[in-house]
């Protein structure tokens, strides 16, 4: 069936990036057809009336959607469980990104470095977590496990938005996924039981809650017996997925540098780039880049909440849900109702 237009909802989507997806395989932004868009009307339609009234833009709804085959019965019970996930966790996920600060990072990352760092050649964010230092019993006498995953979280949300917004800017077309990075270096049988446990906490949220935000997945220096082990495990994995996910060995290199150019890669992991201060710590990406970035909505809720407190006006121009007026006082609270955060799911 050929590809409808995407309809957009003045009600719900008020982007200020590119909404046609890079990805033109069904499904996608601005690569629908009619009866997926039948099923977004139902799916947002349904959530409507069960009462929920935020996260119901296009992109957030066709991501469901596309996470459970266009079934819109779950695509449904799968948004209403990352709902109830949002206002539980940690106080609030929306509290959360405005108010968490990790304090301890710099420990943590001695142990366990995670870090975004530009951009692959599809213009995607590219995530690196490194395994190969990882000592949880030495880490939680730094932070707690529910610190660690609050943080992954707040990472989460400013993926979706600053991150991915920037990118999508820079490259002309809509962006939703990542390019991933897991170094595997170090991590030998003594380590795996820990490592892996925590990996698949992390991959229990960013699964259920954060869905269709994984572009690709390279697993470099993978440890011995792991390749084995995935064999079995893929079996059970939707084979779309299963596309995304290259499991390398130590000899990683030239088929990372096909994904990912060379000066966007840091040294360390066989690229040419040398950050200033290392490029575990730089951020460096579109969504720092003057021409491409835009505060996330969240930080203008935040500042809002600000402004509530000081009793000071605040004016918002060029966000992703369009301008408002100066506001004052109390109304400050409500300004950043209607300029959700709305690439975030």
Not at 31 to 52: C, D, K
Not at 223 to 243: A, E
Not at 273 to 280: I, N, P, Q, R, V
Request: neutral net charge; proline residues 6%; contains cysteine.
């Amino acid at each position: 069936m050929a590809a409808a237009k995407l309809e957009l909802d003045p009600k719900y989507d008020h982007y200020d990036f590119p909404t046609t997806s890079s990805n033109t395989q069904s499904g996608h932004p601005g690569h629908t057809t009619p009866e997926q868009n039948a099923h977004l009307f139902q799916l947002r339609s349904q959530l409507e009336q069960a009462g929920y009234t935020q996260r119901l833009d296009t992109l957030t709804m066709l991501r469901f959607l596309r996470a459970r085959k266009f079934n819109v019965e779950n695509a449904k019970q799968m948004f209403i469980e990352c709902e109830k996930w949002r206002k539980d966790f940690g106080g609030g996920v929306d509290h959360l990104v405005r108010n968490f600060e990790f304090k301890e990072k710099p420990q943590v990352f001695a142990y366990y470095p995670q870090y975004y760092h530009k951009v692959d050649k599809d213009g995607r964010p590219v995530y690196i977590e490194q395994y190969g230092k990882v000592d949880l019993n030495a880490m939680y006498k730094i932070t707690s496990q529910e610190r660690m995953l609050s943080n992954l979280v707040v990472e989460y949300e400013k993926v979706s938005d600053p991150r991915l917004p920037a990118c999508s800017r820079k490259a002309g077309a809509l962006l939703e996924t990542c390019c991933t990075i897991m170094d595997m270096k170090g991590v030998g049988l003594t380590k795996a039981p820990s490592v892996y446990s925590y990996m698949q906490q992390a991959s229990a949220i960013s699964q259920n809650y954060y869905p269709e935000r994984l572009g690709k997945l390279y697993i470099i220096n993978a440890p011995w017996g792991f390749s084995s082990v995935f064999s079995i495990v893929k079996g059970f994995l939707d084979p779309i997925t299963v596309q995304k996910i290259h499991v390398l060995g130590s000899g990683y290199k030239a088929e990372l540098l096909k994904q990912i150019d060379a000066d966007q890669l840091p040294e360390s992991l066989g690229g040419t780039c040398k950050c200033d201060g290392g490029c575990e710590h730089s951020d460096k990406g579109p969504w720092h880049d003057p021409e491409f970035a835009k505060p996330a909505a969240w930080e203008k809720e935040k500042k809002a909440e600000e402004n509530t407190i000081s009793n000071e006006p605040v004016a918002e121009a060029g966000s992703t849900g369009g301008a408002a007026a100066p506001v004052e006082g109390k109304a400050t609270a409500e300004a950043g109702k209607d300029d959700k955060a709305t690439a975030a799911a």
